[in-house]
């Protein structure tokens, strides 16, 4: 899922400045998983708005609504008699879900509440890591599983580095190798010759690097 | 082709080869690199430049590396896939080959998190792999990474570094092997502390037969003081100082430390010498190379052929 | 016993301190609470195992909201007490009552502004 992060405080508030009518607008998929952006959050950072604004004296009007998915069209719809009446959006969905509800509705004001960081799993209660990049040509076959592109801080694909030591990453203790990771699967797996093959640069153009990407099926065009 | 590099000629004459380390200064200043060269010069056989190390920003290595070469030295331009693409590598690959730098030396380079600019972009289009294949093929085939034509081949000497002290150990040589598999003619190593475990690695390389395909050069650096010594093995990522190092330098007085550090060196190259499959040492006297002609003599490998 | 405390202090009584959601904290701020304090078991006695440490680390999580906030993270806190120490209870409960006092009133009920729609109620 897409995991996220909610903006510092003072960050949202000397956003939200100029507007007085706010409606906070969660979304019901990855940033609630991930307790960031779901029913429960923006009814604490609704309250936190209210309580902070009400101390410094501002008059406001803070609301609370969360809709299933900011991302798909159809959910955006059921805000269209109530939105227009606020002065800014302070939507708690990923990137993708600020941007599509500013298109729907290029009216309003939509402001970002959360910072996108990455596409993860929940590794434990409140602990989520990376696991992808989205790099548009996986390799995972190869790796045993283990994303050199993702989860090496240098995405190589003939490691580990020479800074690789006692199974962790160079750039922090508490980083695992990724490489040090794919080596102990081969091993495992007897499939140490894998390891002596060398991989040709990879082509990023399926990535970012390519611009802009999209998915078409035109099968299912309407 | 034109005439071969200085490093290389000394290498294929069997001799025992001395390569030192200069860091480029963080400003303009080209009288820095060639006070440091002067130093140098006549006692090594090639010197290497670092490409922005520990991701902190200096003097490029290509231009150090033509200022070096304007003093008569055989500058090995190092070269980190941190910074740049597959566009811009293979690009200055031909101008160093156009302006005369003969040697390069491929690394992955170290992460923008220990450098100066914390919040920089990295690249890692390639890796210090696929940059040894990449150069090779440039100079054997005659053809960039896109299949496209070279006109007018690169003439590089293709180096690469190992760093036998990093993990999973068992793994070290092998991809040594893949290195020189890729391309790599010589290997300059991480700093050697732990002389057993450089045993016990080149015993795993001599295995192979990779010490047959690739001139393996040990990398040595004198300690100036229990301080460094104690910094290097705590903040230096795959370093491995053994304890009784430290010790040996605790156990000396302050301001014979730098003595003891050069006669631990001296001591060190002499046990590299008679390791099978090692061709030469590459001194990286991090800001004290002024040492390196001492060093030099003592080790008994002046003058240079 | 008969021991007494302050007046001011009102219980609300859970099942156990795990219950206590941050919302319902912020929203007893929303209501005019100048300070609120959780009593659990001790730990290590939860009923429910582990629900007084979750309690104890959203209290903790909390003053970092109510800092933001600018209502002071001090004026939430978390006491461990067990079914027998009634006189503990009471010390507490004079205890929190003074700090809240030098603290002063809440400040978001100081300056509430009387608006004419119903504030902060969610939904739309």
């Known amino acids: ?64 609504k969360t809709i299933e998915r900011q991302c798909d069209i159809e959910y955006l719809e059921e805000l269209k008699d109530t939105i227009g009446g606020y ?25 970002p509440g959360v910072n996108t960081t990455f596409m993860g799993v929940t590794e434990r209660h409140g602990l989520w890591t990376e696991r992808c990049q989205g790099c548009g040509n996986c390799v995972l076959h190869r790796t045993m599983g283990i994303c050199p592109v993702t989860r090496c801080a240098k995405s190589i694909f003939n490691g580990p580095c020479g800074g690789s030591s006692e199974g962790r990453c160079e750039i922090d203790k508490d980083t695992p190798c990724a490489w040090h990771l794919i080596i102990e699967r081969y091993k495992k797996k007897g499939m140490m010759d894998m390891y002596m093959e060398i991989v040709s640069p990879k082509d990023w153009s399926t990535a970012r690097d390519g611009g802009p990407r999209k998915r078409q099926r035109e099968d299912m065009e309407i | 082709m034109t005439a071969q590099g200085n490093l290389k000629r000394v290498l294929q004459s069997g001799a025992f080869a001395v390569t030192a380390e200069c860091g480029p200064p963080r400003g303009a200043d080209p009288d820095m690199i060639r006070i440091k060269a002067k130093i140098l010069k006549g006692y090594v056989d090639s010197v290497n430049v670092t490409d922005n190390q520990t991701a902190v920003v200096r003097m490029s290595s290509f231009a150090s590396c033509v200022i070096l070469k304007d003093m008569g030295i055989d500058p090995v331009m ?3 896939c941190r910074d740049r693409n597959r566009i811009a590598i293979q690009s200055d690959v031909l101008g160093a080959s156009a302006l005369g730098i003969k040697n390069i030396l491929c690394l992955s380079g170290d992460h923008q998190r220990f450098g100066d600019h914390k919040g920089a972009k990295n690249v890692f289009d390639i890796d210090s792999l696929q940059l040894i294949q990449c150069i090779r093929d440039m100079r054997d085939e005659g053809r960039f990474l896109s299949g496209e034509e070279v006109k007018g081949r690169p003439d590089i000497f293709i180096g690469c570094v190992e760093n036998p002290f990093a993990d999973p150990f068992e793994i070290r040589a092998m991809r040594l092997a893949k290195k020189a598999a890729a391309g790599a003619q010589f290997c300059q190593t991480q700093c050697i502390f732990n002389i057993e475990k450089f045993e016990r690695w080149m015993e795993m390389v001599r295995g192979l037969g990779v010490h047959e395909k690739v001139s393996i050069i040990a990398g040595i650096t004198p300690l100036k003081s229990v301080g460094m010594a104690n910094y290097m093995k705590r903040n230096v990522p795959g370093m491995d100082v053994p304890d009784k190092l430290i010790d040996r330098l605790r156990g000396t007085p302050k301001e014979k430390a730098p003595e003891e550090g050069i006669s631990i060196c001296v001591e060190t190259i002499d046990r590299l010498k008679g390791i099978k499959g090692v061709c030469g040492i590459h001194i990286m006297a991090i800001g004290w190379e002024e040492i390196i002609p001492e060093i030099v003599k003592s080790a008994g490998l002046y003058p240079r052929p | 016993m008969r021991i007494s405390y302050p007046t001011s202090v009102k219980i609300i ?19 005019g609470a100048d300070g609120i304090y959780l009593v659990g078991c001790l730990e290590g006695d939860c009923h429910y195992l582990t629900g007084n440490i979750r309690a104890k680390k959203r209290v903790k999580y909390l003053k970092t909201l109510l800092d933001e906030s600018g209502i002071g993270g001090q004026r939430v806190s978390m006491y461990n007490v067990s079914s027998a120490e009634g ?9 929190f009552t003074e700090r809240i006092k030098s603290l002063g009133p809440n400040p978001f009920k100081l300056n509430k502004i009387k608006s004419t729609r119903d504030s902060g109620r969610g939904g739309i």
Request: charged share 25%; with cysteine.
């Open chain 1, 1 to 64: 899922m897409i995991i996220a992060d909610r903006k510092p405080f003072d960050e949202i508030m000397s956003m939200l400045a100029p507007y007085r009518d706010i409606l906070v607008l969660g979304c019901n998929e990855c940033v609630t998983v991930c307790a960031v952006g779901g029913a429960k959050e923006v009814a604490i950072l609704a309250s936190q708005i209210r309580l902070r604004r009400t101390k410094d004296r501002i008059s406001s009007e803070v609301h609370e």
């Open chain 1, 87 to 111: 002065d800014a959006v302070l939507s708690l969905a990923c990137g993708c879900g600020v941007q599509f509800l500013g298109e729907r509705y290029t009216d309003v004001l939509v402001l």
């Open chain 2, 78 to 80: 190092q070269m980190v």
């Open chain 3, 13 to 31: 009584k859970v099942p156990c301190t795990g219950r206590v959601d941050i919302i319902h904290i912020l929203k007893a701020f929303e209501g």
């Open chain 3, 87 to 95: 006189l503990r209870f009471a010390e507490i409960a004079k205890e």
